[in-house]
Each structure stands twice: as structure tokens, then as C-alpha cells.
């Protein structure tokens, strides 16, 4: 089956946003076995959106329309549908009472009439509800195609797509599709496509597929098969060879980071953490402090950017600096020591290095790192190699490699913490 | 004059990535003063791309084609435009030795022979050269329509549109088209639609408007005309009424960002700074160090997440916490001066608050946060709130308010620093 996707907004003509809209819905289609064929984003005009809507009814199974739908004269899509589909826009009664349980949810006033129209829909069409805001979904058939039409607010658009959209597109089909997605850090995409190498060819079923994403590089499973039962055997077993194939470079599952992973461990045995920066210059603070709730885990960090700040807040001996330099492993583990030291954590970490683009010498290129992790029992320092066009990019894979060194620190079970 | 979109590639149709580089052309050529119809984008499929080729040439007066001019197979573009204008693929000399030297660059191999189909074009075409890639593009007229194909890599597409798009987009047009970005933090951009209503209005020459990005709001202005000295003039005569209206809200032009601004000024009075964060987590930290050579300016930072912490590192009194609670402030001032003391530094910011979304009270709601800089002269506190639907969202603004209140006294130029 194949599908197309329809963008309406004059911010995306005018380029004031990306349609990050189409990406998304196009993930979630090829998933459910459709063919994405194309997507098309025009302006408010109405003549444009309705030559779209003829141009796509007799060459897709499934159209996914975004936008237009708002309060205002301006949005064309509820309008236009209805003239295609050669029918009167009417009130739906249930998208109605919604509306005004909206208003009432947000100070107990009355919808204005502007958005009365929010909740009228093409005679015949069904109903999307929208459990978010104020614009009403629908879905209508024109020939082969099924059309679905939703906001462009990407919040909003997401939710009815869980709800409404994507139970029906599963309907079309009558093949269950499971998915699996495997986070994986450490291991180069193409050593992972060697290990994964027969799983990956194409016709392989379940179907095995990576996708690299500010280092982090996913492995996603989908088994398809008619019944839900040996459609989820396969898929584990699927799933348990991948594992078996790249062992502890898989760190996660679904939407995890690596430091949604680090945190969760760190609760569970009730292990309390300090870092000490340089070149990471706060990333890797910032990445730990985006969970909700690390304030049970972390202590302190330190941005110890100039050697004065390595020597004064962490006891980092000033003949080190001078022996081996502030990018070194005996800095960094010098650093990690410090830090657990003086703010009392069960464990820490440190990073040092090159940010770039100043301060590289042929020794010590832009993107290399020392990182080190320090412990009740003892110290372990390991060099990373970043690579990025930008600053922040170099600073989040050498803040990354640094999570990662505690990650499997914590598999490894140090009775030591 | 209209203009279209053509992004070309099987990764967009799988939603593997955002089609970015449809928003960026389409910025760029409404600035241009060219009206974005539509944007489009398909698979590798020949047939598809066929049809979009010869359904944009009788519609636009330019159509900009990225994606599928890379070496393999499956590249469509360059074979499909030979198609649709009825000619040969050609080898062009210079784009062969552009390939040539870029190969030699990069550690002086010959290229390989499936590379040699880059340097190729339709007979007729006109080459544009790639000054970062192996991919030529090249621009080709049919009928009324302008094309321009460039290759999907954005930082590629990015430099052969500035170099050599936008210059024969320009003599397309009789018009001088001059743009002036404003960068502001501070004011609501309600308020500053309010100070610029007039200037706002449709049909306003120069024209203005304003775009808010994760608290920052672009003030840009527009002016058009049929000679570059009366455009110039207008432009200016613009940019001096909107500096006027808005005030010190204003920080810079362009791409600026709060850190580079505030960098810049650090390091022109030669002074330095401190920074102790708690809410916003490193964050404040990433920020300032995401800018080159900022060592020069920033000694150190600390993100003392527990109260032992902003005891231990920056003696901050326990009495002073149990008294008012860490998100007061009393500990952010004291915060500050903690800080700018054991780090010597010249200046010192610091930031306590609430990033949700657990911690909140009914008095101290998340986003709440107490911001603080310390200098020789005094110290100074300032509530503020920030909102948004993630941690980082909400850690993102606040220190950009901290940042914000370090930029102002700057500019207030304190004798003290």
C-alpha cells in the first residue's frame, strides 16, 4: 500500500519552520508497512490545496493531511475538503461538546465564535478527535484513497495520529507489524552492519535496519506476519540475536539516553555521583541534569575550565599539568580522583580535551579527550576520539563517551559501586 | 515571481530525516521577494521525479532541485534532467578537476571511478561548482523555469546556494533586496509588536517582522528597491527607529547568540568570569563554552546541584539556606559571591530555581528561578520565569536570562567591571 503526505501553512512556503510533521509521519508508515511516495506542503490558497487533494485521491491508499485546520479565515483545509468532496461543511456534535469542555478546562469560558468553525467537518466525514486543543480531526474516503486530516501543531497532530490514525491505518492492513528499536553507543555503524550483516539483507524477516543520530546508532526490528502471537516470537528472537551479536554496546531501548540509563542505575543502587569538566565544558552536566529527578543521583559538577580551577577545586597537582599537559590520561584521572574526593560521591567522572577549532597540536588534535572514572576501588582512564564540524557536536560525543565509561562501569557490577 | 521546492531522496520518504533544506531555501527566496508555492519531495524513483520536473517547468519562474546527485546507482537527478531536456550526460572539465583536487586534499588518492558520474551534467547545463563535496551541481532553463539542482547534504547545498544561487537568483529579479536581523531578549514579543505595530503593518516599506525562537525574537528588516543607495538608506533609517523603540532589548544582529555577545565583551575589557549553577544543570556553562576561545575568559564553573555542594564549594551559609531555601534570593546573591571569591574571577553569575517537574510548591512554582551576578562594585539578584514543556526548554531560558543580566550590566559599563 502506499501513502502520501500533505503539509498546508504559509510558514512553511515562507520557510519560518521545517515540516518536521512529514518526517515523523512518514517513520511511522513505513513502520506499518506503507510506501511513502511523496510529500507536498503548499500555502493557504485554496486552489492549490485543492488541486493536491484531486492530484493525490486516485494514485495513494492513504493521504495524511497537516494544517489548516486553525480558527481563522486563512485556514483552507476543512473548506477546501468539503468542496472536493462536493458536500456542505456541518457541525459535528461530539467535536462541539469537546470544544466547549476545552474552553471550560482553560477558565470556564465560552468558546469565542471564531472557533465554532473548529468544529464543523465535510458532511459524511468521521470524526478525529482532539484531545489537546481546539481543532477537530477527520477522515473521508474519496475513490481508493482514505484520507485523514489533522493539525499542524506538531503536539497536537502526534497525539490524534496514536489515538485515531494509526489504529485505522493498522485496520487497512491485515498484517500485524511489531517494532523494536535497540539503542546502541561505542560500536562504529559499520562494524554493527558486519555483526548484523545477514539479518540486514533485504527480504530478511523480521527486517533489521540502523540509524545513526548524534552517535547513538539504533537498531530497529520489525517482524510482520499475519497473527500477533508468532509475530512477537519472532521478533524476540530477533531481538535476543542482536543482543547476543553486539553484546554491551546496546544500552537501552525505544527512546532511552545514555543518561536516562546512568540515572536509573545510579537510583536503583542508591549511588551518588560528581563530575569534573573541561573540554565537555557542561555538556555532560546538562545531559544529566535533562532527567527528571537527578537530584537524588548528582552532587556536584565541576566546569574546571582554566588549570587554576583544575589545581584549586579538585587538588590536581600543578607538576602534572606541566608534565603531561591538562589533555592527558593522568589529568583526567587526576580530576576524577579529585572530584570524588572532595565532594564526598561514590563515584566520578572527568573529561578533558580539544574542543577545537584553537588549541590542537599534531599530538593533540581538535576532538581528542581523556575521560576517567573514579571509585571506591580504584581509578580507570580511557582516550576518546570525537569527531564533529561543531564545537557542541565534539562536546556531546566526548560527553557521551564519558557516560558511556559509567554505563559499563554500573553493568559490570563493581561491589564497590 | 514564483518559485518551487524539489527534495529528492528515499531517506525523506522514510522519515529517517526533516527535510531542513526546503525551510532554508524557502527563507532565503522570500527574502529574496520570490513566493514559495510549493515544496515537493519523492523517492530515488525516476518515473516520480519525471513528473515533478515536468510539472514545475510551466509553473515557476525558478524551481530549486536538492538530493540524488550522489555517486551511486540510485542517484536519480542528474539522469532524469538529461531525460526530461532530451540531452546527454556530459563530462564537464572543470567539475572533473574539482574533483580531482578535492580527492588529492584529502590524502592525494585518484577518485574512484563511481565517483566520476559527479562530474558529469546535462549537455547545456551550467555548472555550479561544489566547493566542499564531491557532488556538482548545475542549473538548467526549460521553458519559462529556472532549475538549480544541488546536492541533499545541507552544509554542502548551503555553500553552493550562497556562492552561486542566490547571485543568478538575484539578476533574475530588478530589485535590490537588502536584509537586517535584530537579535532581542527580554522583551515579550507581544510588547515588541506593540512598539513596532506601525512599522508591522502590511505594505510597510521597509517591511518588518518578528520571529521568536527559544526565547529570542528576530526583529528583520526588509527593504526593496531598484538601487542599492536608496535601499541602503532606507534599511538603515528602518534599523535606527527599531533600535529606538526597543531599547536595550536588543543584543546583536544576525546569528549572534546572548554568549557570543557576551564573550565578545568579556574579552574586549579583558575581564574575567565565574559561573555556579544549580537549576539550569550546566547548561549556562554549555552555553558560554559552545563559543571558541572562550577560555580566554571563563575560569571556571560549578553546578552545585545539592545544598552540601553550594555549602562546600562556594560557602554559601547553611543558615542562609534553611532560612530562605535554595531558591531564593538570598543564596543566589550568595551564590554569586561565593563564587566570584574562591575563583578569583573577575565577574560571577549564578542561578537557583525550579526545572520541574517535581520540587514545586504553591509560592515556588517550576520555572521559578533566582539569577545573580557578582562584580568588584556590589551584587545584584532578579527573579525569573521561565516556561516551557521540557527541562531543557526551561534550563535554556533561564540561562539565557542569566546571560542576559551579566550582557546588560556590561553595556551599563561599570567602572568596577
Known amino acids: 500500500m502506499n501513502a502520501a503526505i500533505l503539509s498546508i501553512g504559509s510558514e512553511l512556503m515562507e520557510g519560518r519552520i521545517a515540516d518536521t510533521n512529514a518526517a515523523f509521519l512518514s517513520e511511522r508508515l513505513t513502520l506499518l508497512g506503507f510506501r511513502v511516495e511523496r510529500h507536498t506542503a503548499v500555502g493557504d490558497r485554496r486552489e492549490d490545496v485543492l488541486a493536491e487533494l484531486r492530484a493525490c485521491a486516485p494514485r495513494f491508499d492513504a493521504v ?53 468553525i473548529q468544529a464543523c467537518l465535510p458532511a459524511g466525514a468521521e470524526l478525529i478527535r482532539n484531545p489537546v486543543g481546539t481543532a477537530a480531526g477527520f477522515s473521508c474516503r474519496a475513490g481508493r484513497c482514505l484520507f485523514f486530516s489533522l493539525p499542524g501543531v506538531p503536539a497536537e497532530m502526534k497525539e490524534m495520529y496514536r489515538l485515531s490514525v494509526e489504529p485505522a491505518l493498522r485496520r487497512m492492513s491485515d498484517r500485524v507489524i511489531l517494532v523494536r528499536s535497540l539503542q546502541t553507543f561505542g560500536m562504529p555503524e559499520s562494524l554493527i552492519g558486519e555483526r548484523l550483516c545477514e539479518m540486514m539483507t533485504e527480504g530478511h524477516e523480521p527486517a533489521v535496519a540502523t540509524q545513526a543520530r548524534e552517535g547513538v546508532i539504533t537498531v530497529r526490528i520489525t517482524a510482520t506476519d499475519t ?52 573540554c565537555t565544558g557542561g ?47 593522568e589529568v583526567a584521572r587526576a580530576m576524577a580522583v579529585g572530584m570524588r574526593l572532595s565532594s564526598g560521591a561514590d563515584l566520578a567522572l572527568s573529561a578533558t580535551g580539544i574542543a577545537g577549532p584553537g588549541g590542537a597540536t599534531p599530538e593533540k588534535p581538535v576532538g581528542l579527550a581523556h575521560i576517567a572514572l573514579a571509585w571506591a576501588g580504584g581509578v580507570v582512564a580511557e582516550e576518546a576520539r570525537s569527531f564533529g564540524a561543531f564545537r557542541w557536536q565534539i562536546k556531546d560525543r566526548a560527553a557521551k563517551r564519558t557516560l558511556n565509561l559509567l554505563r559499563l562501569h554500573l553493568e559490570r557490577g563493581d561491589p564497590h559501586g
Chains 1, 2 share one sequence.
Not at 236 to 263: I, K, M, N, T
Not at 286 to 302: F, H, M, N, Y
Open 64 to 116: 495524511i493531511v497537516t494544517g489548516g485546520i486553525g480558527p481563522t479565515p486563512d485556514d483552507p483545509t476543512r473548506e477546501v475538503f468539503a468542496r472536493f468532496l462536493g458536500v456542505e461543511l456541518v457541525e459535528n456534535a461530539l467535536a462541539a461538546e469537546d470544544l466547549r469542555a476545552l474552553f471550560a478546562r482553560r477558565g470556564g469560558i465560552v468558546p469565542p465564535a471564531s472557533n465554532a
Open 283 to 329: 555538556n555532560l552536566s546538562a545531559q544529566l541534569t535533562d532527567i527528571p529527578g537527578v537530584s537524588a543521583v548528582l552532587i556536584e559538577s565541576a566546569v574546571v575550565y582554566s588549570n587554576a580551577a583544575k589545581v584549586r577545586r579538585l587538588g590536581v597537582a600543578p607538576s602534572l599539568l606541566e608534565a603531561f599537559g591538562a589533555v592527558s590520561a
Open 227 to 278: 497473527a500477533e502471537a508468532p509475530c512477537r516470537a519472532r521478533l524476540e528472537a530477533a531481538e535476543a540475536s542482536v543482543r547476543e551479536r553486539l553484546g554491551d554496546c546496546v544500552y537501552g531501548v525505544e527512546g532511552d539516553s545514555l543518561a536516562d540509563v546512568v540515572v536509573a542505575r545510579l537510583k536503583a543502587r542508591g549511588l551518588t555521583l560528581a563530575v569534573a569538566e573541561s
